[in-house]
């Protein structure tokens, strides 16, 4: 098992100091800077769209983890193709075309991700992980921050590794990403369960963030 991955979701800092935000996450070592985007028609909340991530992008060097939790992805993944993020990840609820999504991603030089619903059971994925390289497992509901962990978030991973360890076998590298409630609590047990990628929000922002990053490393 490598190093767990940190994507800070910048939604939980103060909308008003999102610049300062972006050194912060660089300066704590962090692997990605977390990006949602909410649409206001998917989720219920309105937050950032591509001007406000291209000004995110040009004040850290930090890879972007672009999170769309929007209706229609099809045409909003296109509009972060010219700021290169290192993942778009889009819901599987929200389309009737993920593998062809997926494609079109990857062809523009992304990795491609695919992110369920605490609803949704993970059995969906069956041959559809393999047009992807990240799952996001949604351990809330989407569209707000601070919330607490969905317990039965931890079957969920479970079946996900399994599928994970599935691809491995054949020769793919499929990354789990958790997104919701994940602290210092929880870090450790997620990781040994088969996430890659930790998306943390208020427990980040609400404290020493270089700290707590290497809190959720298991350091």
Known sequence: MGQIKISPSILAAPLAHLAQAAKQIENAGCDY????VMDGH???????????????????????????????????ARKYFALK???????YEATTAPI?????????????????NPRTPVSVLGDLIRYFDVILLMSVEPGYYGQKFIESSWQRLKELNALKERERLAGR???????GGVSDQNATALAKEGADILVSGSYLFKGDMTERVQKLRGN
């Open 33 to 36: 800077v977390h990006i949602d």
């Open 42 to 76: 998917f989720v219920p909340a309105l937050t950032f769209g591509e001007q406000i991530t291209e000004a995110i992008a040009k004040e850290s060097k930090v890879p972007l983890d672009v999170h769309l939790m929007v209706a229609k992805p099809e045409i909003e």
């Open 85 to 91: 993020p290192e993942i778009i990840t889009f819901h």
């Open 100 to 116: 062809r999504l997926a494609e079109i991603i990857r062809e523009n030089g992304m990795r491609a991700g695919l992110s369920l």
């Open 173 to 179: 590298i499929v990354e789990i990403e958790i997104d």
